[in-house]
T-cell receptor, first 118, second 112 residues
Framework: DAEITQSPRHKITETGRQVTLACHQT?????MFWYRQDLGHGLRLIHY???????NKGEVSDGYSVSRSNTEDLPLTLESAASSQTSVYFC?????????????????FGEGSRLTVL | DQQVKQNSPSLSVQEGRISILNCDYT??????FLWYKKYPAEGPTFLISISSIKDKNEDGRFTVFLNKSAKHLSLHIVPSQPGDSAVYFC???????????WGAGTKLIIKP
């Protein structure tokens, strides 16, 4: 079965360290997204990609970067982790065209990566 | 300023009764609305959506109603079942680029 997986599921790091969260999908979807979830804020978009070599900034992109070298993977990098980046991170994908998340609006989410920055 | 608001952080409903989750939005350019369900330690899963050209969409026990003039949508679950206990997120899109704007979520608890 097609799926979307994130790793690591849990990570504790120190302020200033570089951290990379992996996201791998086997849906062969063009569109991939990274969100963070914080209490009281719902899901906020960090970065997104509509295809290989395409990346775009979302609502809360400062301090994060992504790269898309193939269809399956969109790793999220925190160049210098800060305590404000302690959060749960979700990767998602969709097969819609023109960036719209498919005709049904359906995003497929990974199980999340909980990051703690001390 | 939150463009999508779910004003009830939690809701408790008796099993078998109707659950009504509410969502308000401020951006009149939103033309597509979605509900997602999230269990603890899992990612959100798509539940149901509605386009702004409709005022109702039904899928089994789940119905979403859209009132464009009031900028309000609601999700009805009838009858409520224990497995419906989860956090429900409302999200909206204006189609200009891909950005879903999310509400903060409502935790639904179904009591036996």
């Amino acid at each position: 079965d097609a799926e979307i997986t994130q790793s690591p599921r849990h990570k504790i790091t120190e302020t200033g360290r570089q951290v990379t969260l992996a996201c791998h999908q086997t849906w062969n979807h063009n569109n991939m997204f990274w969100y963070r979830q914080d209490l009281g804020h719902g899901l906020r978009l960090i970065h997104y990609s509509y295809g290989v070599h395409d990346t775009n900034k979302g609502e809360v992109s400062d301090g994060y970067s992504v790269s898309r070298s193939n269809t399956e993977d969109l790793p999220l990098t925190l160049e210098s982790a800060a305590s404000s980046q302690t959060s749960v991170y979700f990767c998602a994908s969709s097969g819609g065209t023109s960036g719209r998340a498919g005709n049904t609006g359906e995003l497929f989410f990974g199980e999340g990566s909980r990051l703690t920055v001390l | 300023d939150q463009q999508v608001k779910q004003n009830s952080p939690s809701l408790s409903v008796q099993e078998g009764r109707i659950s009504i989750l509410n969502c308000d939005y401020t951006n009149s350019m939103f033309d597509y609305f979605l509900w997602y369900k999230k269990y603890p330690a899992e990612g959100p899963t798509f539940l149901i959506s509605i386009s702004s050209i409709k005022d109702k969409n039904e899928d089994g026990r789940f119905t979403v109603f859209l009132n464009k003039s009031a900028k309000h949508l609601s999700l009805h679950i009838v009858p409520s079942q224990p497995g419906d206990s989860a956090v429900y997120f409302c999200a909206a899109s204006d189609g200009s680029n891909y950005q879903l704007i999310w509400g903060a979520g409502t935790k639904l608890i179904i009591k036996p």
